[in-house]
Nanobody, 123 residues
Framework: QVQLVESGGGLVEPGGSLRLSCAAS????????MGWYRQAPGKQREVVAV???????NYADSVKGRFTISRDNAKNTVYLQMNSLKPEDTAMYYC?????????????????WGEGTLVTVSS
């Protein structure tokens, strides 16, 4: 099973930016869909952004226009560029490299989860 490592989190002020990386242990070029998820304290994990094999993207309404998911097949890495960060974006962020669309916006991560990377937005 593919191993993955998330990185790039940290403490940032509101309005700031971060870029998260998800490095995979093998090629990602043939994977059907990959995604970023987040879990805030006391809340369930939620999907943030998904990128499919044909490079189409989907975003949670709360991050549309601020976050961008992308991938670099040569580096086996998926990125999440986060701009105009808000305090409500504070969460542990995880990636998943085997995501399926169950319909009605339910993008389910079926692959293994990494340890995540913590994003804290605070002044």
């Amino acid at each position: 099973q593919v191993q993955l490592v998330e990185s790039g989190g940290g403490l940032v002020e509101p309005g700031g930016s971060l870029r998260l990386s998800c490095a995979a242990s093998r090629s990602i070029s043939s994977l059907r869909a990959m995604g970023w998820y987040r879990q805030a304290p006391g809340k369930q994990r939620e999907v943030v952004a998904v990128i499919t094999r044909d490079d189409s993207t989907n975003y949670a309404d709360s991050v549309k226009g601020r976050f961008t998911i992308s991938r670099d097949n040569a580096k086996n890495t998926v990125y999440l560029q986060m701009n105009s960060l808000k305090p409500e974006d504070t969460a542990m962020y995880y990636c998943n490299l085997d995501v399926v669309n169950l319909g009605f916006g339910d993008w389910r991560g079926l692959g293994s989860w990494g340890e995540g990377t913590l994003v804290t937005v605070s002044s």
